[in-house]
C-alpha cells in the first residue's frame, strides 16, 4: 500500500518556466512533509519541508504548499534551472506517531530543458 | 562535518550469496535507516536503528537485516541473494531525537545481483 504517490514519473519544463511537481498521501496522521532531490550516482538530498500546521513554505525558487483537506501537497519552482534537472522525491513522516518513520513516493524525473 | 559515508559503492554477487553493506553516519547521529531504491518503486524503507536497536522495520523478509554498534555504525546483510534484490541501497542518518524527519543520505551502494 503506498501511502505516499507521485503519479506523474516525468515531468518535462523549459528554463525560466515554473516547475511543478505533485504530491499525495493516504495516512491522515503525517505531521511532516518534505522534499529531497536526487540526481544520478548521488544519494538524496533535502530541499524543503512544511509542517502540518502551515500551507505554505517558501525557501529562494522553491515553494512547497499543503492541502491536508486533500491530502496533496505540492512543489514549484520558479525559474526553473537546468541544474535543477534531477529525481524529485516526495516524503512524509509521522516520527512519534504508529508509523514512525520517513515514507517517499516513487519521485518525479523532472527535465529542465535550456 | 563529514557526511554519512556509504561502503563499499559498488558490488557484484550471485544468487544464493550473502552481502554486508556497511555505513558510518554523520557525526553525533543516533539514528541510521536504511533504505532500497528500486525503479519505479522509490525508496523503500528497510529498517531504522537507534541506539544500538531496531525502533522500526519495513516490510521486507527476514533475508534482510542490519545491526547498529555502540559508535552509532550500521551495517545491513542480505542473506541468499535474489535478482530482485538488485537495487541501490541508501543508508540516512539523523540525530534521532524531535520529529522533523530530516534525513541525511550516503550516496548508496549499489548491487548488482547476477
Known amino acids: 500500500d503506498q501511502q505516499v504517490k507521485q503519479n506523474s514519473p516525468s515531468l518535462s519544463v523549459q528554463e525560466g518556466r515554473i516547475s511543478i511537481l505533485n504530491c499525495d498521501y493516504t495516512?491522515?496522521?503525517?505531521?511532516?512533509f518534505l522534499w529531497y532531490k536526487k540526481y544520478p550516482a548521488e544519494g538524496p538530498t533535502f530541499l524543503i519541508s512544511?509542517?502540518?500546521?502551515?500551507d505554505k513554505n517558501e525557501d529562494g525558487r522553491f515553494t512547497v504548499f499543503l492541502n491536508k483537506s486533500a491530502k496533496h501537497l505540492s512543489l514549484h519552482i520558479v525559474p526553473s534551472q537546468p541544474g535543477d534537472s534531477a529525481v524529485y522525491f516526495c516524503?512524509?513522516?509521522?516520527?512519534?506517531?504508529?508509523?514512525?518513520?520517513?515514507?517517499f513516493g516513487t519521485g518525479t524525473l523532472l527535465a529542465v530543458q535550456p | 562535518k563529514a557526511g554519512v559515508t556509504q561502503t563499499p559503492r559498488y558490488l557484484i554477487k550471485t544468487r544464493g550469496q550473502q552481502v554486508t553493506l556497511s555505513c558510518s553516519p554523520i557525526?553525533?547521529?543516533?539514528?541510521v535507516s536504511w533504505y532500497q531504491q528500486t525503479p519505479g518503486q522509490g525508496l523503500q524503507f528497510l529498517f531504522e536503528?537507534?541506539?544500538?536497536?531496531?525502533?522500526n522495520k519495513g516490510n521486507f523478509p527476514g533475508r534482510f537485516s542490519g545491526r547498529q554498534f555502540s559508535n552509532s555504525r550500521s551495517e545491513m546483510n542480505v542473506s541468499t541473494l535474489e535478482l530482485g534484490d538488485s537495487a541501490l541501497y541508501l543508508c540516512?542518518?539523523?540525530?534521532?531525537?524531535?520529529?522533523?524527519?530530516?534525513?541525511?543520505f550516503g550516496e548508496g551502494s549499489r548491487l548488482t545481483v547476477l
Open positions: 516524503a512524509a513522516s509521522d516520527y512519534g506517531g504508529a508509523t514512525n518513520k520517513l515514507i
Open positions: 557525526s553525533g547521529h543516533r539514528s
Open positions: 512544511i509542517s502540518s500546521i502551515k
Open positions: 536503528y537507534f541506539s544500538e536497536t531496531q525502533r
Open positions: 495516512n491522515s496522521m503525517f505531521d511532516y
Open positions: 540516512a542518518s539523523r540525530s534521532g531525537t524531535g520529529n522533523t524527519g530530516e534525513l541525511f
